[in-house]
T-cell receptor
Framework: AQSVTQPDIHITVSEGASLELRCNYSYGATPYLFWYVQSPGQGLQLLLKYFSGDTLVQGIKGFEAEFKRSQSSFNLRKPSVHWSDAAEYFCAVQDSSYKLIFGSGTRLLVRP | EPEVTQTPSHQVTQMGQEVILRCVPISNHLYFYWYRQILGQKVEFLVSFYNNEISEKSEIFDDQFSVERPDGSNFTLKIRSTKLEDSAMYFC????????????FGPGTRLTVT
């Protein structure tokens, strides 16, 4: 069965520091992968997506993610974190019936 | 920019009562979804809907749940007799088509069953 694992429940970084959030997926075919962000009291906002082609994808708010098939990973990165990036981040894979399967999420805390 | 809207933002109900959660998808979208997120847990798929029919439903989506698109704009999720374990954030999403099309999510309705 398809699944998504986000091994880090919480991550704390200092403002201005770089960030990497980990995501591993289990899916038999070519995956369609997504990163969503959820700010407190808000819905899910799409940060970026990977369907095919270039394995390094750029998203909104300065985020990028790299698809590595050999590692079944789709890690999210940002070179310099801002306090407004504090939120919960969800990785998801779209299965063959097009529904999204989400990971458990990683809560990002930003130290001033 | 078009967005998915949901009402109410928060609903409190007593166990055994019926609730209807409402969503207005993006106007030219054809595929509609409900997901839920129990506090502290992952977002889970409930149901997908296309052409006035359920396309797929999860095992969570039992006979107590139903969905409807009563007019050209609204998409509703009804829970007939709520249970304590139905307390969750419910998200509506829509997409223009299936396949490599992103799903746009609404802000969610927090349902609290007491």
């Amino acid at each position: 069965a398809q699944s998504v694992t986000q091994p880090d429940i919480h991550i704390t970084v200092s403002e201005g520091a770089s960030l990497e959030l980990r995501c591993n997926y289990s899916y038999g075919a070519t995956p369609y992968l997504f990163w969503y962000v959820q700010s407190p009291g808000q819905g899910l906002q799409l940060l970026l997506k990977y369907f095919s082609g270039d394995t390094l994808v750029q998203g909104i708010k300065g985020f990028e993610a790299e698809f590595k098939r050999s590692q079944s990973s789709f890690n999210l990165r940002k070179p310099s974190v801002h306090w407004s990036d504090a939120a919960e981040y969800f990785c998801a894979v779209q299965d063959s019936s097009y529904k999204l399967i989400f990971g458990s999420g990683t809560r990002l805390l930003v130290r001033p | 920019e078009p967005e998915v809207t949901q009402t109410p933002s928060h609903q409190v109900t007593q166990m055994g009562q019926e609730v209807i959660l409402r969503c207005v998808p993006i106007s030219n979208h054809l595929y509609f979804y409900w997901y839920r997120q129990i506090l502290g847990q992952k977002v889970e798929f409930l149901v997908s809907f296309y052409n006035n029919e359920i396309s797929e439903k999860s095992e969570i989506f039992d006979d107590q749940f139903s969905v409807e698109r009563p007019d050209g704009s609204n998409f509703t999720l009804k829970i007939r007799s709520t249970k304590l374990e139905d307390s969750a954030m419910y998200f509506c999403a829509s997409s223009a088509a299936q396949g490599v099309y992103e799903q746009y999510f609404g802000p969610g309705t927090r349902l609290t069953v007491t």
